[in-house]
C-alpha cells in the first residue's frame, strides 16, 4: 500500500531564516506530487505541483521553492523566511489515472517568529 | 483563473440534526471531490463525483454534482460527534484533471 511521510511535524524558525520541509512517497511510481499551505481556518492553497522529476509549476509567486530530486521526494524551501510563511504545510501525490483523488501527507506545521 | 466558492465557512448544529455544505465553481469541472479534515488532521478524500446530475450516498452522507456541473452539494443526515471537522470540495477542470482547486471549506460543530 502507499505511503506519505512528511517531516518535521512541528517547526518554529525565526524570520530570515531558511526552511527545507521534505515529503516522501511509498508503494507508488511517477506520483504527481503537491505542497499546499493552509491558514489558520482557512482553506488549502496550492503552491506547487510536479509531475515528474525536475519538473515543478509554480501556483503563487512568492519566496518559497520546490524541488523533486528523485521521483517520490518532493522538498519545499526558502532563503529566508517571513512571518506570513506560517502555516501548515501539505504535501499530497495523485496517481496518473484518470481517478485523481489526493492522499495527503500529515503536514508540517510552521510557525515563524 | 478557477475558483471554488463554499458555503457556510462554519455550521453549529445539534446532534441528530441535518447538516449541507454547498459549492459553486466559476467554470465547468471535469470532476469534483470531497475531503473532511479532522482537527489538527490532515484531509481525507471521501468521495468523487464525475457524471452530470450524479448523486452518491455514503451512508448518511449524500453527494450531489450539478446538472451543469459546476456546482455540488454534501448532505449529512442525523450527524453525530463523529462528523466533527472541515469539509471541502475540491474541484478539476478539464485542462489540468491532476490539479485541484479547493473550496475554502465549511468547519461543522457538532454539539451533544
Known amino acids: 500500500s502507499q505511503t506519505i511521510h512528511q517531516w518535521p511535524a512541528t517547526l518554529v524558525q525565526p524570520v530570515g531564516s531558511p526552511l527545507s520541509l521534505e515529503c516522501t512517497v511509498e508503494?507508488?511510481?511517477?506520483?504527481?506530487l503537491y505542497w499546499y499551505r493552509q491558514a489558520a481556518g482557512r482553506g488549502l492553497q496550492l503552491l506547487f505541483y510536479?509531475?515528474?522529476?525536475?519538473?515543478i509549476s509554480s501556483e503563487v509567486p512568492q519566496n518559497l521553492s520546490a524541488s523533486r530530486p528523485q521521483d517520490r521526494q518532493f522538498i519545499l524551501s526558502s532563503k529566508k523566511l517571513l512571518l506570513s510563511d506560517s502555516g501548515f504545510y501539505l504535501c499530497?501525490?495523485?496517481?496518473?489515472?484518470?481517478?485523481?483523488?489526493?492522499?495527503f501527507g500529515p503536514g508540517t506545521r510552521l510557525t515563524v517568529l | 483563473g478557477q475558483q471554488v466558492m463554499q458555503i457556510p465557512q462554519y455550521q453549529h448544529v445539534q446532534e441528530g440534526e441535518d447538516f449541507t455544505t454547498y459549492c459553486n465553481s466559476s467554470?465547468?469541472?471535469?470532476?469534483i471531490q470531497w475531503y473532511k479534515q479532522r482537527p489538527g488532521g490532515h484531509p481525507v478524500f471521501l468521495i468523487q463525483?464525475?457524471?452530470?446530475?450524479e448523486v452518491k450516498k455514503q451512508k448518511r452522507l449524500t453527494f450531489q454534482f450539478g446538472e451543469a456541473k459546476k456546482n455540488s452539494s454534501l448532505h449529512i443526515t442525523a450527524t453525530q460527534t463523529t462528523d466533527v471537522g472541515t469539509y471541502f470540495c475540491?474541484?478539476?477542470?478539464?485542462?489540468?484533471?491532476?490539479?485541484?482547486?479547493f473550496g475554502s471549506g465549511t468547519q461543522l460543530t457538532v454539539l451533544p
Open positions: 499530497a501525490w495523485s496517481g496518473v489515472a484518470i481517478r485523481n483523488e489526493q492522499f
Open positions: 508503494g507508488t511510481s511517477n506520483p504527481n
Open positions: 510536479s509531475v515528474g522529476i525536475g519538473q
Open positions: 467554470t465547468t469541472l471535469s470532476n
Open positions: 463525483l464525475v457524471k452530470s446530475g
Open positions: 475540491a474541484g478539476a477542470s478539464s485542462g489540468s484533471a491532476r490539479q485541484l482547486t
